[in-house]
């Protein structure tokens, strides 16, 4: 069994364990910076279904966002 200190240590672990939070932040944050850094854990320690899925998402929030206009 892996220690909570070693858990904390492995970000690949951390970002699967909480991708959907990850993602929610990405999507929903208030906060640039924490967006940002969502972000880039993400595309660094996430699987590539994730970098895929936020960039569909990416997509669709720029459609929406020209149709506003």
Do not use: F, W
């Not at 672990?13 to 909480?18: A, F, L, S």
């Not at 660094?44 to 149709?67: A, C, H, T, W």
């Amino acid at each position: 069994m892996m220690s909570n200190r070693n858990s904390v240590e492995d970000p690949e672990t951390q970002v699967q364990e909480n991708r959907e939070v990850i993602i929610e932040i990405i999507k929903h944050g208030g906060d640039q910076y924490i967006r940002a850094l969502c972000l880039a854990a993400l595309v660094k320690y996430g699987d590539d279904p994730d970098i895929n899925r936020l960039k569909e998402e990416v997509s669709r929030l720029d459609q929406m966002e020209e149709e506003l206009r």
